[in-house]
């Protein structure tokens, strides 16, 4: 069940005994194709989904940030005056937020409040440019700061690489701020245009939690950007989304095998998403599905990101009669598949495919239809009525 405005205010009453002031939301989200092209230049198309990061909270009278996790059921604050990297768990990314929102310059309030999420953590919906996004909306709308969706993402994901430590791209945190209701957003991750892009008619986009999760930071996601960048640099081009597949088969024999396959993926994935976003234009929804399974193909074979988990639900969201096309999402290693499907045949679809899962693998997987929201807003307590 996604939460609501006025369950996120409730729940800061029961905490502090009092109204809230503000209360914010940034949405999570779900890549249908467009994978490890982020970092490279390329193109993605993400929806923001209807798992959100909230956060309901007041002003302080002093320059301390304290939060209450209601999913950890834990206080924690901090300073700006005296922001430092300590590896805090959930509580750096917002202190890296606070710091690179000062380091250009905007004077930040301090607040206490209650951060709550209905967001999966580890499993590919971009949880932390959601709690990135979210922090950022809150100072914003207690410092009186315009929200500006481009510049905001490219601060969260300054905070990410920078205080985290993690080398994402800017594709999470872009979407989450800037995500359009009812539609996915092609983004050009280099000039960070957007297009929103509708989904075919008679469409669902479901997502499947595999019940397995990785370590993003431990994981061997910079290991591959690290292979792009040096695939990029024997090309002599800027990035990979300057290349196109003929012209790095040309030249196959200055890579090594394994860097060759890297980008193959990537150069391949950017033609898939390009290709993808005008079939969706054009309401057809069976070479949608067909470029999804091969970007699964591509991101298991070539990059080597994906996990027996993740190919075993995509192997069986595909054999459902309802599905168009099935792959992997997020950066990988485990965490969650989308799938395309027929939304007459959602119901069916998901009380399928979910216990052929766990009866295969073991795991408890999670699935659920979702919907394509707006990205990160801020209301007044007062505008909030029952919804």
Avoid at 138 to 166: C, T, Y
Avoid at 231 to 252: F, K, P, W, Y
Avoid at 325 to 348: K, N
Wanted: net charge negative; hydrophobic share 40%; proline share 3%.
């Amino acid at each position: 069940m996604c939460l609501s405005w006025r369950e996120v205010a409730s729940l800061f009453e029961q905490q502090f005994g009092q109204t809230t002031t503000w209360i914010v939301r940034a949405p999570g989200r779900v890549n249908l194709i467009g994978e490890h092209t982020d970092y490279n230049e390329g193109f993605v198309l993400p929806l923001a989904i209807d798992r959100a990061i909230w956060l309901a909270l007041r002003p302080r009278k002093d320059r301390t940030v304290a939060v209450y996790s209601v999913d950890f059921q834990e206080k924690r604050e901090f300073s700006l005056e005296d922001l430092r990297p300590c590896q805090d768990g959930w509580l750096e990314y917002l202190k890296g937020v606070a710091w690179v929102l000062q380091q250009e310059g905007f004077p930040l309030t301090g607040w206490e409040g209650i951060l709550v999420g209905d967001v999966p953590q580890g499993a590919g919906l971009s949880s932390s440019a959601a709690l990135e996004m979210a922090t950022a909306r809150a100072f914003a709308a207690l410092s009186e700061i315009a929200w500006d969706p481009v510049r905001m993402a490219l601060l969260g994901q300054k905070a990410e690489n920078r205080w985290v430590g993690v080398q994402c791209g800017i594709m999470d945190q872009l979407v989450s701020a800037a995500g359009q209701e009812g539609h996915a957003l092609l983004i050009d991750c280099r000039s960070l245009d957007t297009q929103p892009t509708p989904l075919p008619v008679g469409t669902a986009v479901v997502v499947l939690d595999t019940g397995t999760r990785r370590g993003l930071v431990d994981s061997a996601y910079n290991q591959r950007r690290r292979q792009c960048e040096t695939a990029a640099q024997t090309l002599g081009v800027r990035a990979l989304r300057d290349v196109n597949a003929e012209q790095l088969s040309a030249v196959a024999d200055r890579l090594d095998p394994v860097t060759f396959r890297r980008a193959r993926h990537v150069v391949t994935e950017n033609a898939r998403t390009v290709q993808a976003a005008e079939a969706m234009r054009q309401g057809d929804k069976d070479r949608l599905g067909q470029l999804m399974d091969a970007s699964h193909q591509s991101l298991r074979d070539d990059y080597e990101v994906s996990s027996d988990a993740l190919n075993r639900m995509v192997e069986l969201a595909r054999n459902h009669r309802a599905c168009f096309g099935a792959r992997m999402t997020g950066a990988g290693f485990g965490g969650c598949a989308v799938a395309l499907v027929d939304s007459q045949g959602a119901d069916d679809f998901v009380r399928t495919v979910g216990p052929a899962y766990q009866k295969a693998t073991g795991h408890q997987p999670a699935l659920y239809v979702c919907q394509a929201t707006q990205g990160a807003e801020a209301r007044q307590a007062r505008e909030i009525g029952e919804g």
